[in-house]
Every structure is written in structure tokens, then in C-alpha cells.
Nanobody, 111 residues
Framework: QVQLVESGGGLVQPGGSLGLSCEAS????????VTWHRQAPGKQRKFVAL???????FYADSVKGRFTISRDNAKNTVYLQMNSLKPADTVVYYC?????WGLGTQVTVSS
């Protein structure tokens, strides 16, 4: 059974940082492009960042310079380090690989 499990979400003050993880089981991230997306209630899921198998990365303009995606193939895990968080970053974050979605992790940025 394939599972992508996100973790690391929570409540943080504006300007703070959080690190998200996406751990896979049942599939290997090695050789696979993994992406992070986010979705606000009632809105479409939006692309945030991707990391290819060669570790090249790409970011949405809204997070460029603030978020960093990385991977550890040995741990079958992809990370999203989020810095300088804003209230607008308050949404559920999902990872995606192959054709599988995780269940998401909530990030709330509020004072």
C-alpha cells in the first residue's frame, strides 16, 4: 500500500519558520520528481515547489526565496523548509509523487 505522509505543520507567528516532511512508504522517491502543493478551503490546490531526481528545484513565485525543498532518498523523505512565513501561507500543504497525494498537514500563521 502506497502512502505519503506529511508532517511538521502547526501554528507559527508571522515571520517564523516551519519545516514540513513528506515520507513515502510503498514507493521509492529515488528517481522521482516530488512536489509540494497547498490548498485553502474552497480554493484550488496550488503548486508550491518541486524537486527532481537530480535535485534541481523550482518554486512558485509566491514562495521563492522563502521556502526550500530538499530530499533524502535514503530516508525516502522530501522536506519543505518554510521561512519568513506570512498569514497568507495559512493553508493545508500536500506532497505529491508519481500519482499519489498525501493527506496534508495544516500550517497556520497567526499572531
Amino acid at each position: 500500500q502506497v502512502q505519503l505522509v506529511e508532517s511538521g505543520g502547526g501554528l507559527v507567528q508571522p515571520g517564523g519558520s516551519l519545516g514540513l516532511s513528506c515520507e513515502a512508504s510503498g514507493i521509492t522517491f529515488r528517481g522521482v520528481t516530488v512536489t509540494w502543493h497547498r490548498q485553502a478551503p474552497g480554493k484550488q490546490r496550488k503548486f508550491v515547489a518541486l524537486i527532481r531526481s537530480n535535485e534541481s528545484t523550482f518554486y512558485a513565485d509566491s514562495v521563492k526565496g522563502r521556502f526550500t525543498i530538499s530530499r533524502d532518498n535514503a530516508k525516502n523523505t522530501v522536506y519543505l523548509q518554510m521561512n519568513s512565513l506570512k498569514p497568507a501561507d495559512t493553508v493545508v500543504y500536500y506532497c505529491y509523487a508519481v500519482c499519489y497525494w498525501g493527506l496534508g498537514t495544516q500550517v497556520t500563521v497567526s499572531s
